[in-house]
């Protein structure tokens, strides 16, 4: 008759049991005997064995002596009732008396997070009479300080519990050693690591002995073997079988492999099943034993969840030119609108330059995912922008175009073309066909153009009337209605302000290619070309804060209160001055959207928070009280008719390349004029569908669905539709709300770089840093150079911006920032010069610094570090340099002074 056990104190693998009664490494090996892998004979000791060998001591101690101390626990010895259990289970796991592995199999042990590999004590020949004590001392090894060290250093704020015991039956092995599913060093997921050593491989797994290592790709194939001996080792590599075939022979002068090439395939083998049964790479020990391979054990490689894959997908992410518009942390609801911006927009760009309709249905993909969002900040995905610029006809000769307007400065990159798709000769004749109905397409369209501009102003200005003519009056499904007709007519139709920028980028491209082959010691005059007629509608805010200014200035009491007053009182105030108050309130009717961060949902426009607009109208009225009035000596209309007669007689004697000159220019200065003007309809547009979701926003608070309606902003745009028209997956908003927002509030504490790679899953084991240098100063003489954007040599004081909302400007200083949007021309009225981190040769601070003859330099890498409040230096906004000057270098003067160049 057999003997039972106690499944409470007993489990064998047949039995099963969880994490927390067995143990991590027994908990596994139960798992892997649906596998039929090759595993020991083995049973657990559980983890309340030793809750009954505790509570059996203390009550055999408080009878023997009332005043004797309670034992401690690490000095627990097993209870008869256990003592019994496990002589019953050693008789049915060794009935003939062979030896045992006693190891721990602790609740955290080969965790996914945490491995505990060698905290524990292990005993190895044990025989049945030796059991007790070795499972004694793996429970006080549970106490010991290396344990407590070790959970600390992983963060594991749970109380270490003593563990269950795992008891096996020994294998004397011949080899032994472990195997790594993935390259546990380098992160590749299509790598096998095998290790291998004589006997045992407990040196092995405590660090003390080295061994024979080998890597192998997934079809089984020896990639690289390193083998030692005597302390000493060589590494071999080799392409496939038939190179480590050559070289066997010359190995073996070195070491004796300990492993033939046929177990090092099923070892690899064996870590790939068990891989496959959790569904994560594992790193398992393993032993042979007469030409047997035997499983001992199998736990996650906790390394991998810090390590990207190399092999995985790269993906470039660069926010350089997308931080104009979107700096810092931004919600999930402004991510998932503009992401279906870009989507629909570039769609639609797709099939006006004649990108079949296959075609963009092929690269759904890309179209989905042109940006992302990384720790709350959004980055153009480049390598989806380089896919879909691929598409296009023609474009590897636009292709430098293309990234001037991205803001990117590099060469079409091989990955992007080894992506596109092969071609067939029909299809090279098709596409060729396509080529050149795109080239017809953009003759129409460029002939077109101020027709199609004219209709898309008139569709905008009837779009952004709501039905009744007030927000407040609509009901919320009402609401949710005209998002989708803004959507329809606005974001599916923006055909205007995209064929617009193309166009800017051809012609910019073409005008600056001509400046460097016909007036090659002119560099960079294409910048100043660029000054317009004085139609590009962003300088109108920054001649507007001036005209308030002249009139605040006459009034030196309101001046103070224009500083330094709060929003709702100062604006009282300036009630008593009825012409400034109306000039005040035309300028919030036009330019109330056109705040900080204008293009993100959530933030405060200047009818929400006039602050700025107060604060900059009162420092440019201190400038021009100081009789220090902002301002080039020499007029914007002057610069471009020097510029102009010096081109005229560069080309007097070359008419037709004066003709071809001015009529570039021409519509390279009407196509940037454009591009900056239609970016304010965007700016009016996405001022709208801010005022929708902020309605709907309190439509939710009123019906208890957000616990306040700025809530809304940290849900994505499907979230929110489908719960009014009924497609939602949960309607636990403000659960959704919440989680979001304390995630984000985290992101606002770190920084990714500007430029980083990512490989495969994007948001595990990477960094988001980079490696480049971004320090640009010339010690030479102490200078650094960007990208020149409007013309002009000044010297001055830099003050470095922050946050436009708090600095107070002197006036006369020049503004150094780490990026610009459209909100900061507020502070360009009091500026001598603007340099800025980020930005390109067509970014908003370029071309309204132009318009209002502020020298600009951007693209200075790091110059908010490098510079400091108060420093003083020249910039040259024709070349792009900025030079620190020393401190004896002083003006002759305070005022700056600017020398057209």
């Known amino acids: 008759m057999k003997s039972t056990y106690d499944k409470n104190i007993i489990r064998f693998p047949e039995d099963g049991g969880s994490r927390e009664l067995i143990g991590g490494k027994a908990a596994a090996l139960a798992e892997l005997q649906t596998t039929n892998l090759p595993i020991p004979p083995w049973f657990a000791l559980t983890t309340k064995a030793f809750s009954d060998s505790l509570a059996t001591q203390q009550r055999r101690k408080h009878r023997s002596s009332r005043h004797s101390p309670t034992s401690r626990r690490y000095d627990v010895f097993p209870s008869p009732t256990v003592e019994k259990q496990l002589t019953l289970a050693l008789k049915r796991l060794c009935p003939d008396g062979t030896a045992v592995a006693v190891r721990s199999s602790a609740v955290f042990e080969d965790g996914e997070s945490a491995s505990f590999a060698g905290q524990y004590e292990t005993f190895l020949f044990v025989y049945p009479s030796d059991v007790l004590n070795a499972v004694t001392s793996i429970w006080r090894s549970s106490f010991s300080k290396r344990i407590s060290d070790y959970a600390q250093a992983q963060q594991i704020e749970e109380t270490i519990q003593p563990p269950a015991v795992l008891i096996q039956q020994m294998v004397d092995a011949q080899v032994s050693g472990v195997a790594f599913d993935a390259d546990p060093v380098t992160g590749r997921r299509d790598v096998s690591v095998v290790s291998a050593v004589s006997g045992l491989a407990t040196d092995l797994v405590s660090g003390a002995a080295s061994a024979d290592t080998f890597r192998l790709d997934r079809d089984g194939r020896i990639l690289e073997r390193l083998l030692t001996e005597e302390g000493r080792s060589r590494s071999f590599d080799s392409i496939g079988e038939a190179g480590m075939a050559a070289s066997r022979t010359h190995v073996r002068r070195f070491s004796r492999q300990v492993i033939t090439d046929k177990h090092v395939r099923a070892v690899a083998a064996m870590a790939d099943v068990c891989s496959r049964h959790f569904h994560r790479p594992q790193d398992i020990e393993w032993a042979i034993e007469d030409d047997r391979i035997h499983l001992l054990q199998s736990r996650p490689i906790t390394a991998l969840g810090n390590l990207p894959d190399p092999e995985g997908k790269p993906a470039v992410w660069d926010n350089t030119n997308l931080v104009e518009s979107y700096g810092g942390v931004t919600t999930p609801l402004t991510f998932s609108f503009a992401r279906r911006a870009y989507e629909e927009v570039y769609r639609s760009f797709a099939r006006f330059m004649w990108v079949s309709g296959k075609t963009i249905a092929a690269y759904e993909d890309c179209f989905g995912a042109m940006i992302g969002l990384i720790r709350g900040r959004m980055y153009y995905n480049v ?92 009901r919320i499904d009402e609401l949710t209605d005209y998002y989708r007709f803004l959507e329809q007519q606005l974001l599916r139709k923006w055909d205007a302000p995209i064929i617009n920028d193309f166009f800017a980028m051809i012609f910019y491209g073409v005008l600056k290619k001509l400046v460097s082959i016909w007036l090659p010691d002119k560099n960079h005059l294409e910048n100043a070309l660029l000054i317009s007629d004085g139609g590009v509608i962003s300088t109108e805010p920054a001649r507007r804060i001036r005209e308030m200014a002249s009139l605040a200035a006459s009034r030196p009491e309101l001046v103070d209160n224009l500083i330094s007053g709060s929003g709702p009182e100062t604006v009282s105030v300036l009630a008593n001055y009825p012409r400034l108050f109306r000039l005040f309130q035309d300028y919030l009717a036009k330019f109330g959207d056109r705040c900080l961060d204008e293009l993100k949902l959530e933030s405060f426009t200047l009818i929400d928070d006039p602050n700025l607009l107060l604060r900059s109208i009162g420092q440019t009225a201190r400038y021009i009280l100081s009789s220090k009035s902002p301002g080039s000596d020499i007029s914007i209309p002057d610069q471009r008719r020097q510029i102009e007669r010096y081109i005229s007689r560069s080309l007097r004697r070359h008419p037709l390349r004066r003709c071809v000159f001015a009529w570039v220019l021409k519509h390279a200065r009407a196509r940037v004029t454009g591009r900056e003007n239609l970016r304010f309809e965007r700016t009016r547009a996405f001022g709208m569908v801010r005022r929708v979701f902020v309605e709907i926003g309190h439509r939710f608070h009123a019906d208890g669905v957000l616990s306040h309606p700025r809530n809304i902003f940290y849900l994505e745009l499907h979230e929110i539709l489908g719960f009014v028209d009924g497609t939602a997956t949960t309607t636990d908003l403000e659960g959704l709300a919440v989680l979001r927002k304390t995630n984000f509030e985290q992101y606002s504490d770190c920084s990714p770089a500007d430029r980083f790679i990512t490989q495969g899953n994007v948001n595990i084991g990477h960094t988001f840093q980079t490696s480049d240098v971004v320090l640009r100063a010339d010690s030479a003489d102490d ?77 200075l890498s790091g110059v908010t570090n490098w510079l400091r409040d108060g420093d003083l230096v020249e910039m040259d906004g024709s070349t792009g340099r900025v030079r620190r000057l020393s401190s004896d270098n002083q003006c002759t003067s305070d005022k700056n002074i600017k020398v057209m160049v």
């Open 783 to 859: 200078s650094c150079c960007g990208i020149a954007c409007s013309p002009g040599r000044i010297r001055g004081r830099v003050r470095i911006v922050k946050d436009p909302n708090t600095v107070d400007l002197k006036g006369g200083e020049i503004l150094v920032a780490e990026r610009t949007d459209p909100g900061w021309v507020m502070l360009f009225p009091v500026c001598a010069g603007v340099l800025v981190e980020r930005g390109s040769v067509l970014s908003h601070v370029a071309i309204v610094s132009r318009e209002l003859g502020i020298p600009s330099i951007v693209s």
């Open 383 to 474: 390598h989806n922008w380089y896919r879909l610029l691929c598409l296009l006809p023609g474009s590897k000769f636009t292709w430098k175009f293309h990234t001037q307007m991205l803001g990117l400065d590099e060469s079409l990159p091989k990955h992007a073309v080894d992506s596109s798709p092969v071609q067939s000769t029909s299809e090279r004749v098709r596409d060729g066909a396509r080529f050149l109905g795109a080239i017809c397409g953009l003759i129409y369209n460029h002939f077109t153009l101020r027709r199609r501009s004219r209709a898309f102003y008139e569709r905008l200005n009837n779009t952004l009337i709501p039905p009744g003519g007030s927000l407040e009056i609509l």
